[in-house]
């Protein structure tokens, strides 16, 4: 199993102090905790993508390389890559590049983003989220996967006998998660793909997370991926931890109150009862993030979130490091005990794509094209 | 089959004018309905409350508390609905909007639902007309000719009973007459029916992915 960090990238006052860090201090700062998490056993870092204040993500894969020329073994993603506003030709490019720079070491999620001005400024409509979301994804899939591509979609230039360059490495493309908090069709285009499913999970309540997991792993058993507790499964989570309860609560108490998203709300406590977001000791967050897997079923990949709401840079690489030393060693085994034999302990990566060869499922622009048109028959 | 009404209230007193009016209206709905020989249950929901769990609704961008979550399935599942609202401002209440904005944008597609306000002076009745049905309109609602506004100085006149017997009448008739959309000899047209949802629940009937991809595979 996989665990790590995701950021958003927000620059945000710190209410303790009133300070405000800089734009270059925040990407340092994410860079830091990139590091950090290697460092400390974690597998996974994956970066936000905005393009608009108070966020400093615009160009994650520019970051994505600096960080892989500094790690060894860090796996790097994204939380989410814009597959709406940004053009599928140029993701295509950019991430088989990564993987290049990178030895492979890069897989992405998709998501359609949460800012409404953002789609005009690209020259889209926020009302046809979804529609981009479908279209664009499946031409970025024959991009990777098709020498020579002509597209005739509705949304971008048509393209005659286009090569995207460089190829993905060794011929295999990423593998790729779609989150969706609340839309059941990008469950539908995960499930549809053979793909990951990821659940931000922390801005909404268990049962709702439960739901949209249960929805991608029927469907993805009903393409004839495997069967429904085999779906590549990936969560959220919101952690701050201390040696004590009281400890915790106190430090993360104005950073929460004072957090977008859901500061001047309800309070720390009811927050905590209504979402995943755990603050306490080590203990407490291992027994409620092994929780997680009681409602969502054994999942493959777990990040957390731990630096937004203008917590400073000693506290949230404090909390990197405990994470790492003091949380993710037990999660392991503990999530490793409960698995069955036949649930895939690890989503797919780069060398596990490359070993099972050039005829896997994988490499089809649509492994579940044959599948769907017989049961449409049935 | 027991038909279902859901009285929403916006009052911030207890007592208040305003659940007075409520209650009188859902008394006189409950006459009317069973005069016609169908059963009835009322509900009420006070919006007070709820208050506190609409504003974390609203603060963390649509995270449902529980109870949030009942009201907008009980909402969605009305055959009924009356809502009163105190005049605010020249409008409903920020509560009361609050509760509308926090329903499934169908939540409420198709409902019969009767309007009604209390004031202190008769100069706010216009709010009826000028506020609510807009709003109810927006929601698709179907909302009954007569809304029943009561200023202070109403609660001792004749008129008031009146009115409220009136849209009581025109409610009831609202509420039974729905899903008759048959005329001899014509198959109802089920699709076009209007379809309201709770938006509780992840829909488990989702649309096939080839469906998703007509017109977007590239190729077509």
């Known amino acids: 199993m996989q665990f790590g960090i995701f950021s958003v990238g927000d620059v945000t006052e710190d209410p303790t102090t009133g300070r405000t860090v800089s734009e270059a201090e925040r990407i340092e700062l994410m860079t830091k905790i990139a590091l950090k998490s290697e460092e400390v056993g974690l597998d996974v870092f994956a970066t936000g993508e905005h393009h608009n204040p108070p966020f400093v993500v615009s160009s994650p894969t520019t970051h994505l390389a600096y960080i892989a020329a500094k790690t060894e073994k860090l796996l790097l993603s994204t939380s989410t890559t814009l597959i709406t506003t940004n053009d599928p030709v140029k993701i295509a490019e950019d991430y088989a590049f990564l993987q290049h720079l990178s030895g492979g070491r890069v897989d992405l999620m998709m998501g359609r983003g949460n800012t409404g001005p953002v789609y005009p400024w690209f020259g889209k409509d926020i009302r046809d989220g979804i529609k981009l979301a479908v279209e664009n994804y499946h031409l970025l899939r024959k991009l990777w996967r098709e020498p020579q591509v002509n597209w005739q979609g509705q949304f971008r230039t048509p393209l005659q006998g286009y090569t995207s360059t460089p190829a993905p490495l060794d011929g295999t493309p990423p593998f790729v998660w779609h989150g969706s908090i609340r839309s059941s069709e990008i469950a539908e285009q995960a499930a549809y793909y053979g793909d990951g499913f990821f659940h931000n999970h922390i801005f909404w309540n268990k049962e709702h997370t439960e739901a949209m997991v249960k929805l991608y792993r029927r469907r993805f058993e009903h393409y004839g991926h495997g069967a429904a507790d085999q779906a590549i499964v990936g969560l959220g989570g919101q952690v701050f931890m201390a040696s004590s309860e009281a400890e915790a609560k106190r430090v993360f108490r104005p950073y929460f109150d004072n957090a977008p998203v859901y500061g001047h709300g309800p309070s720390l406590e009811d927050f905590s009862e209504m979402t995943p977001l755990t603050v306490g000791t080590p203990e407490q967050v291992i027994e409620r993030t092994l929780g997680f897997a009681d409602y969502v079923g054994d999942y493959q990949r777990q990040l957390f979130l731990v630096d937004h709401a203008g917590l400073p840079e000693s506290l949230v690489l404090e909390q990197v490091e405990m994470l790492g030393t003091e949380v993710v060693p037990v999660l392991r085994k503990e999530f490793e005990r409960r698995r069955p034999a036949h649930v895939p302990s690890d989503p797919p990566t780069h060398a596990s794509l490359v070993a099972a060869g050039p005829d896997a499922p994988h490499h089809l622009v649509e492994p579940a094209r044959a599948r769907a048109e017989e049961l449409a028959k049935a | ?220």
């Open chain 2, 1 to 220: 089959m027991t038909r279902n009404i859901v009285v929403v209230t916006a009052g911030l007193t207890v007592p208040s004018s305003t659940r007075l009016l409520a209650d009188q209206i859902a008394e006189a709905t409950s006459a009317q309905v069973t005069a016609r020989g169908e059963s009835v249950d009322v509900e009420f929901v006070e919006l007070r409350e709820v208050a506190s769990e609409l504003a974390t609704f609203m603060t963390t961008g649509g995270i449902p508390t529980p109870r949030i979550t009942r009201l907008r399935e009980q909402v969605a599942a009305a055959d009924g609905l009356v809502a009163v609202t105190p005049v605010f401002n020249a409008a409903y209440s920020g509560l009361f909007k609050m509760f509308f904005d926090a329903l499934d944008p169908d939540g409420l597609t198709g409902t019969p639902v009767l309007i009604a306000a209390t004031a202190g002076t008769a100069r706010h009745s216009l709010v009826l007309d000028h506020a609510m049905r807009p709003l109810f309109a927006y929601l698709r609602a179907v909302v009954v000719p007569t809304g029943v506004f009561a200023a202070t100085e109403d609660f001792g006149s004749h008129g008031l009973s009146d009115r409220i017997t009136r849209a009581a009448s025109e409610l009831a008739a609202a509420v039974l007459s729905q899903g008759d959309y048959g005329v001899g000899g014509f198959a109802p047209d089920l699709a076009a029916r209007p379809r309201r949802t709770s938006g509780t629940q992840v829909e488990s009937d989702v649309t096939p992915f080839g469906d998703l991809l007509r017109g977007h595979s590239g190729t077509d």
